[in-house]
């Protein structure tokens, strides 16, 4: 287990580890200048703790505290592969997330197709007010990132759902995902069942759209001006 820091609680340093891991395994890999698998994006849990952002740490991360992000985070955002006590031979990545244009889909995410979309009766885009006026008349695009992100289904209300969408968002966007992929646009899901899309995704696939409210009510928001 992760040991209290000097200068904060257990729970600050694990989130600080936490917040490390996503940084370097999905932005910063290049920039860090380590090995790491394109497909898959893989690294030696050895070559991140070797990095100075890990070192710092009150007391610096180990391999024990790596295992520990990876089984408590709520998210699923990190898996690992390897035998833990061969730290050369013990590989941890993000799930997804990624804005590393070498990190490829093989090994990484798994399609959506016509033989296992059943399995997505629900494909949702969690936004903002502020953002929502441009996105129901330009669609969706995967901005700095590898892929737009989307759930499975509503966080609050399936258990299942523990990603894709941010806590933050207003507006959920629902999407044709048949009519989508029908329409050749790539969908996939991760590990941790984030549904993942290079895009883009024109307003012509949103199903619906619906605003949050208080209380987990919603509003039925119009798809356009008329």
């Not at 709520?74 to 590989?91: M, Q, Y």
């Not at 804005?99 to 090994?107: C, E, H, P």
């Not at 006026?133 to 669609?139: E, L």
């Not at 737009?148 to 894709?164: F, Q, T």
Request: aromatic fraction near 8%; hydrophobic fraction near 40%; proline fraction near 8%.
């Amino acid at each position: 287990m992760p040991k209290p820091s000097k200068h904060g609680s257990k729970q600050s340093r694990v989130v600080q580890l936490s917040k490390a891991m996503a940084r370097l395994l999905r932005h910063d890999l290049e920039n860090a200048k380590i090995p790491f698998d394109p497909s898959g994006g893989w690294v030696k849990v050895v070559d991140m703790l070797n990095l100075s952002r890990f070192r710092h740490i009150d007391p610096p991360a180990t391999v024990e505290d790596v295992l520990h992000v990876v089984d408590t985070n709520f998210k699923k955002r990190f898996a690992c592969k390897g035998d833990p006590s061969d730290p050369f031979s013990f590989f941890v990545r993000a799930n997804q997330g990624h804005s590393i244009a070498a990190i490829k889909t093989d090994g990484l995410l798994v399609p959506i197709t016509a033989e296992n979309i059943a399995q997505f009766p629900m494909c949702l885009h969690g936004t903002t007010l502020e953002a929502w006026p441009k996105i129901k008349v330009s669609g969706l695009n995967r901005m700095s990132r590898n892929h737009i992100h989307m759930a499975a289904g509503l966080p609050r209300k399936d258990s299942n759902v523990v990603s894709g969408i941010r806590h933050t968002s207003k507006i959920i966007v629902y999407i044709d995902l048949p009519r989508a992929i029908g329409a050749g646009i790539p969908f996939f899901r991760s590990e941790n069942n984030v549904i993942l899309s290079p895009g883009p995704i024109g307003p012509e696939f949103f199903a619906k759209a619906e605003q949050l409210q208080k209380g987990g009510r919603t509003w039925s928001c119009p798809l356009n001006d008329q």
